[in-house]
């Protein structure tokens, strides 16, 4: 696998861009000294401007002109500053970063846009409440800014016990769609991107086709230098339908508390 140049990925576990900057960067370091070259080094947030902010800024630069690309994907699921999201900004703001982090990484089309969980449930007053209707006021918001690589998914009753658990805690009764309504909900969504001339995939859905958030071939045409990478695919636990190509996650292990609190996370949100 060393043979060739891979992803790093920072990290899926934890916002470490935001919360966890310096750790981030000893990871990075400690990686390449075991021999890993990296191609692309994939930030996880939905903190764009942490990007900007040093020492990662610096970081970046550095990595940057040494040949490796940056490049983002960023969480904005609309529920930001709420119950389900405490630590988190208003979707307006985050896409109010988007330009000055496109200018820095280079290239708008390496930041993809994850409208990232769907997510619907029920309060202990009985009151249903989701972030269905805002998938299009983001998409259209982001898609203006010129991103048009988005993906998607929905929170899934007892996919991981502790999310349901820690719903239940809170009073709240997670409402997944059944198999007909979450293909009519994807439709939708189709429907939509269409209608903003963008992509749209699948992360991890059952019943819709395999996305790739780590799509190799487009992170090769988006390379500076058009550099090849590992393609083969990661076997990802509990995530059998994961399509993404070969990654090393940097520094989310052993899980770290994250301040941005979200509900529906399934590793160690601070509440």
Known sequence: MKDLPIVFSASRIVDLAMWYP???????????????????????????????????????????????????????????????????????????????????????????LRIDPQLRYRDAAGVVHSNYALFEPIMAACAAQGVEDFATSFVENDMHRKVTSRFRKEGFTLMAPDDTERLQIADGMMAVAAKYGVNLSACAVPGLPTGHCLDADRLEELHPTHRTLVHEKKKRLGRPLCGCCFDLDLGGWPAKPCTSGCLYCYENPVR
Do not use: N
């Open 22 to 112: 310096q750790a981030l960067i000893d990871a990075y370091h400690a990686a390449v000294a075991r021999g890993w070259d990296p191609h692309t080094l994939m930030v996880w947030t939905k903190f764009p401007a942490a990007l900007l902010s040093e020492p990662l800024r610096s970081f970046l630069v550095d990595i940057q002109r040494q040949g490796v690309q940056v490049c983002l994907q960023l969480t904005i699921t609309g529920m930001g500053g709420s119950d389900i999201e405490p630590g988190v900004p208003a979707w307006e703001d985050t896409v109010a970063a988007i330009p000055p982090v496109a200018e820095f990484i280079g290239d708008v089309r390496r930041i993809k």
